[in-house]
């Protein structure tokens, strides 16, 4: 896609490109049926495909055609009467170019396939048209689809070579040896791989194109395993691998391969697989309603990641895609990585699925405590490790604050440990949240963690991360939800009876009080079998009664994060003496203090 989202480019029955800019143009077409675009793009010789928009350079647009040649115009340019020659031309191809691709993370490189049965990949910062950085005969019948993306790039059918991933490695980051066997994840293999290797080892000149037949050949006879190398002088810049089943012999099951499509809304993944070239997976991590995790290991970095498949269904996609939004939006502003939330490493599209991939964390806090109070071993939540959960939780609702987010589905299930001895966690999970300034859902938050500014549909801000933290801290402390949630009402009585009474102008103004109060004020429900409004008497008890401990401290400090009202409800600031945590929380003009001791 171009930076400006109102210019479309595209091909003609002639040699030349059309642009458009629509905002420039009527929304119904001419009654006369004429064309006029913005801009010709000249260059080409004959009619042909691909288009690819670089993600990097504003206006830089490249072509391929049945000239077999390749054009890369600047827009941005000075045009003549609306037309405007290209700036480059590349000819290399000996056919059809059929399709071109920028790679979306080098904004230099770009590859093209063609009909000669050549991949080509291009480096801009070459000075040479007639030279590319790499190429192969990577097909052995006509192409039909070409894409460098952040993991995979050609997409094509024949039979000798399947291309289904091509990692292109700039100069400065080559692929050693080990990575690349590491990569082809066979260990069982690897005397007879090293036998070719070292057979074809002096020959380092137009690519080891014998040993690459003798690996292919090999590992196709042993493994049924499709494995490309190319070998140039600073070691294996390009590996394909791909298991698969009788794909000479059934050329449905080959495409089936190639194009990468899934009929199925669940992903299906088996230990020890690959994932797109680069993600073997170790471990089955869980699931959830819109969504599975996986414990992978990153054949790149040679880390342990998570990677989270989303469901094929078009409002997880939709969802997932805001939380990449704002996960990205997060990580760049806190680059250092202090304020406790989750990291984001990569996200793709892979089968017909959106596939997201953050760090490994460890269990979730509602999981970990769980197993704690189940094992019968040592208690881990002390109020030590409370109160550094307490600064960490704080510190990251502050940051997302300050960025003016909120969080809106805190809860033990979105806290994660990062580290048990050390007790750090990370906060996780920003599927949910939004701006302050734009929040439109009135369906937010965990019920139990639910503030009851949003039970009773008033505006709401930050503080109902606040209001949820507090009832996470209570739970940690006892092992038991603080407000069980039957239903709203319950919800609300269980607040009215361990809290306080709610505001009376919160009522007055609550878009959804009379669904829970009446007239009087008194809570109410209505039972299902008999169709009759029953009352609710909430039971009155207290904070301190729910929290048998003796830190009178933390009891208060729980207290102040459940203010009913959420103009007297704290924010999430603070400052940090030497031996004490000195929590500031605001309240209107003022500024109430609490010290948390944690040399206890």
């Not at 930076?3 to 077409?29: G, L």
């Not at 290991?297 to 895609?321: A, E, P, R, W």
């Amino acid at each position: 896609m171009p930076h400006n989202n109102f210019i479309i480019a595209t091909k003609t029955i002639s040699a030349e490109v059309y642009v458009f800019d629509y905002s420039k143009h009527p929304s119904k077409p001419p009654l006369d049926g004429s064309c006029n675009p913005d801009l010709r793009l000249r260059g080409h010789n004959t009619e042909g495909y691909g288009l690819s928009w670089s993600t990097f350079k504003q206006g830089h647009l490249l072509s391929g055609s049945d000239d077999a040649q390749i054009c890369l115009w600047d827009i941005n340019g000075t045009p003549k009467n609306k037309s405007l020659d290209a700036m480059q031309i590349f000819k290399v191809h000996e056919g059809v170019v059929e399709d071109v691709a920028w790679h979306l993370r080098h904004e230099y490189l770009f590859g093209s396939v063609g009909d000669d049965q050549y991949l080509l990949i291009w480096d801009l910062r070459t000075p040479s048209v007639t030279k590319p950085v790499q190429s192969c005969i990577a097909h052995s019948s006509e192409v039909l689809k070409d894409g460098l993306s952040t993991l995979h790039a050609p997409y094509a059918y024949g039979f000798a070579i399947i291309m289904l991933t091509v990692l292109v490695k700039a100069a400065t980051f080559p692929l050693s040896r080990k990575q690349v066997e590491s990569a082809m994840a066979m260990r069982s293999l690897q005397p007879q791989v090293k036998a070719i290797q070292k057979q074809y080892a002096g020959d380092q000149s137009n690519c080891t194109w014998g040993w690459l037949r003798d690996a292919i050949k090999f590992v196709n006879q042993k493994e049924n395993r499709l494995v490309m190398l190319i070998w140039t002088k600073t070691g294996f810049s390009c590996l394909v691998i791909r298991s698969f089943e009788d794909c000479a012999q059934e050329k449905q099951a080959c495409l089936h391969c190639v194009t990468g499509f899934e009929e199925d809304k669940n992903f299906h993944v088996a230990l020890n697989s690959i994932i797109a070239g680069r993600y073997h997976v170790t471990e089955h991590l869980g699931s959830a309603a819109f969504s599975k995790a996986i414990q992978a290991h990153d054949l790149y970095t040679g880390m342990d990641v998570c990677v989270k498949i989303i469901k094929n269904n078009k409002d997880f996609f939709d969802q997932s895609l805001d939380e990449i939004k704002l996960l990205k939006y997060v990580n760049k502003h806190d680059p250092a990585d202090k304020y406790h939330l989750l990291r984001l490493y990569d996200y793709f599209y892979y089968r017909e699925h959106l596939l997201i991939v953050c760090e490994l964390l460890k269990a979730n806090l509602y999981e970990f405590h769980k197993f704690n109070r189940e094992s019968g071993g040592e208690v881990y939540f002390t109020m030590p490790r409370l109160q550094s959960i307490t600064i960490q939780c704080l510190e990251a609702l502050q940051f997302l604050h300050s960025l003016g987010l909120i969080h809106c589905d805190l809860k033990p299930e979105n806290i994660l440990v990062k580290s048990y001895s050390r007790c750090e966690i990370k906060v996780i999970d920003l599927g949910s949240s939004c701006f302050e300034t734009n929040h439109l859902s009135s369906y937010v938050q965990s019920r139990s963690y639910r503030a009851p500014e949003v039970i009773l549909g008033l505006p709401y801000d930050k503080k109902i991360d606040i209001w949820s933290l507090g009832c996470i801290l209570a739970e940690l402390c006892t092992g038991n939800v603080l407000f069980q949630n039957d239903s709203p009402v319950t919800l609300l009585a269980r607040v009215v009876g361990i809290i306080d009474p709610i505001d009376q102008s919160m009522l007055a103004k609550g878009r959804d009080t009379y669904k829970y109060f009446t007239k009087n004020h008194m809570l109410y429900e209505r039972n299902q079998e008999s169709n009759r409004l029953e009352y609710l008497i909430p039971k009155k008890t207290s904070l301190r009664h729910r929290l048998p401990m003796g830190d009178e401290g933390f009891i208060e400090f729980v207290g102040h994060l459940l203010e009913i009202n959420p103009k007297k409800r704290p924010s999430a600031s603070k400052t940090i003496p030497r031996q004490h945590y000195l929590l500031v929380v605001s309240i209107h003009d003022k500024a109430q203090c609490l010290f948390i001791n944690l040399c206890n």
